[in-house]
């Protein structure tokens, strides 16, 4: 079983950053594919970017292509998300993801933590 813990979310203006953090509780977490997932008021929940194990591979939405950044400490079993010149369309909960080696679909998931962008 893995627990994922989101923090860092908040209130930004329009062009702020912000960077999330996600803490897991997981044996060999540096064996697990992390994604980072995000949910508008209204919206379906939608991809923001993910990072795979090994490779430290990265994929990003193309909204967020140039403004995110997806990276992980395994020492730390901390995957982040840093999140620059924001708009008030990523206002979301940002969900934290882990996929199990094998695995094709994100199994675990946290609490989410709220981001606002104000413009």
């Known amino acids: 079983q893995v627990q994922l813990v989101e923090s860092g979310g908040g209130l930004v203006q329009t062009g702020g950053s912000l960077r999330l953090s996600c803490a897991a509780s997981a044996r060999a977490f540096s064996s697990y594919g992390m994604g980072w997932f995000r949910q508008a008021p209204g919206k379906e929940r939608e991809f923001v970017a993910s990072?795979?194990?090994?490779?430290?591979?990265?994929n990003y939405a193309d909204s967020v292509k140039g403004r995110f950044t997806i990276s992980r400490e395994d020492s730390k079993n901390t995957v982040y998300l840093q999140m620059n010149s924001l708009e008030p369309e990523d206002t979301a909960v940002y969900y934290c993801a882990a996929r199990a080696p094998g695995r094709s679909v994100y199994e675990y998931w946290g609490q989410g933590t709220q981001v606002t962008v104000s413009s």
């Open positions: 990072i795979a194990r090994i490779s430290g591979l990265r």
